[in-house]
């Protein structure tokens, strides 16, 4: 269980809960909307499927409790106990996994517009970070290492 919990680290709550609410805001036309989580609320994901990444297998129907930053259990939703005061995310259907990383991005410059439609479009001199880095977040992705070539 242990090895399993290293796996599972806080990463995947806070990219899960971000990606939620970053999703649900971009899509009701607040993106602008800022969002902050505390370390002190305790969270309780239940009815989730967890990918721990040791072995390939999911867990299907756990519940993943984050206390104080830390990952305090996972178990069958059925047995495991949530505290009164805990926020609970229903993740029925849902996954949850480890953040990912991309150690190799361009963040400057035009090739981002592949992602946009032709309307959205923008000018090197235009890039919306909020935008791209969006795109990260709402695909599990929570370090970026950005690369910059000089000419």
Same mark, same amino acid.
């Given at each position: ?10 990463? !995947? ?7 939620? %609410?970053?999703? +649900?805001?971009?899509? =009701?036309?607040r993106a602008? @909307? $800022? ?15 967890? !990918? ?7 867990? %299907?129907?756990? +519940?993943?409790?984050? =206390?104080?930053?830390?990952? @305090? $259990? ?20 849902q996954y ?45 992705v929570a ?9």
């Amino acid at each position: 269980m242990k090895r399993m919990l290293k796996f599972l680290t806080i990463g !995947i709550a806070i990219v899960v809960i971000a990606s939620v %609410f970053f999703f +649900t805001s971009y899509q =009701e036309g607040r993106a602008d @909307r $800022e969002v902050y989580f505390s370390a002190d609320v305790a969270v309780a994901f239940v009815h989730v499927n967890a !990918i721990p990444m040791d072995r390939e297998v999911v867990l %299907f129907d756990q +519940t993943v409790i984050i =206390e104080e930053g830390r990952i @305090r $259990e996972i178990g069958p939703a059925s047995s495991t106990k949530v505290q009164t005061g805990t926020t609970i995310i229903d993740a029925h259907g849902q996954y949850l996994m480890p953040a990912l990383s991309d150690m190799y991005a361009h963040l400057l410059g035009q090739t981002w517009n592949i992602m946009f439609p032709p309307e959205a479009q923008f000018t090197a001199d235009e890039i919306d970070f909020n935008k791209l880095l969006f795109l990260y977040v709402a695909n599990g992705v929570a370090t970026v290492q950005g690369y910059v070539g000089l000419s």
